[in-house]
């Protein structure tokens, strides 16, 4: 008899044991899944990435990050395609359903950058990736299964660094390189078409008086404004490029006559013939 108990109390400590180093473990693994998920969010808020899925027309999971860049209310769990892109403007909601249906229609991956505007009218820009998932004997379900991430500053920073290769800083207008790629582009298409183009250079006379006299900044108001008056005579179609200090040059495409060419030099000079207001003065 005291056998029996013994054994039996043995047996309940054990089970107690092993209760107790279950609950631990489950505790343990609560910890660790939380703070990955911590973890997770972080990394998402630092780069801008969210995460999706969808499945049968909705969304069926979007993460904390991805609700941010889509602006989406808390209480949308599930949000269709309507629901998610509420933030967009008719366009580019139309944009992005048609890049989600059609990978899920033609089981293709994403990888694109696409361009959005919001209803306020902010534009955006957003990396889209996505892999496609099927299941079923058949392959007839599929999922999407992806990533969103904001990247409208790196999109910033690449015009700024495109627009200072190719732009002269100070007037805004294109600079050398560029003016002779349109040049090469312009010389090939009237070659094809077998039509004609005209170049102009203009040269500002006693231009280094000005900086010796008036200063460096007056050179420099002088230069922003003469490229204003050059650009203001020709047509949205031509080009004017800074080429060098105090030198401009005008491509004009389509120069059906020289007396065309003639007229825009004229025009050119009468306006740089009018007086120019310096520092105030």
């Keep these: ?26 505790q343990l693994l609560r910890t660790i899944i939380f ?18 899925r969808w499945s049968c027309g909705r969304f069926t999971e979007v993460s904390e990050q991805a609700r941010e860049i889509m602006q ?3 209480n949308q769990s599930s949000p269709d395609m309507a629901e998610f892109s509420q933030s967009l403007d008719a366009q580019s909601h139309q944009t992005l359903e048609n890049c989600i249906r059609n990978a899920a229609r033609h089981l293709q991956r994403i990888d694109q950058e696409i361009e959005l505007r919001r209803t306020t009218g902010e534009v955006f820009w957003l990396h889209l990736k996505a892999e496609v998932l ?17 990247v409208s500053q790196q999109k910033k920073a690449d015009q700024l660094i495109e627009y ?4 002269d800083l100070m007037t805004g207008v294109p600079n050398r390189a560029l003016f002779h790629d349109r040049l090469l582009s312009a010389l090939m298409s009237a070659s094809r078409r077998s039509t004609r183009l005209a170049v102009l250079f203009i040269d500002l006379d006693n231009f280094k008086s000005v ?68 520092n105030g003065r």
């Design 1 to 26: 008899m005291r056998i029996a108990s013994l054994t039996g109390y043995l047996l309940s400590a054990v089970l107690l044991v092993l209760r107790y180093r279950q609950l631990a473990n489950n």
């Design 35 to 52: 703070h990955n998920e911590r973890f997770l969010r972080a990394v998402e808020t630092v780069s801008r990435v969210g995460g999706w």
């Design 72 to 74: 989406l209310r808390k």
């Design 134 to 150: 099927t299941f079923g004997s058949d392959h007839s379900h599929v999922e999407l299964v992806g990533a969103i991430q904001d």
């Design 164 to 167: 200072q290769v190719n732009y």
């Design 211 to 278: 900086n010796d006299n008036l200063g460096y900044d007056a050179g420099d108001e002088l230069l922003v404004e003469s490229a204003k008056r050059i650009r203001a005579c020709i047509r949205s179609v031509d080009t004017v490029g800074r080429y060098s200090g105090d030198e401009f040059v005008a491509l004009l495409v389509d120069v059906f006559s020289v007396s065309v060419a003639s007229r825009i030099a004229d025009s050119m000079v009468n306006a740089m013939r009018e007086p120019f207001e310096l």
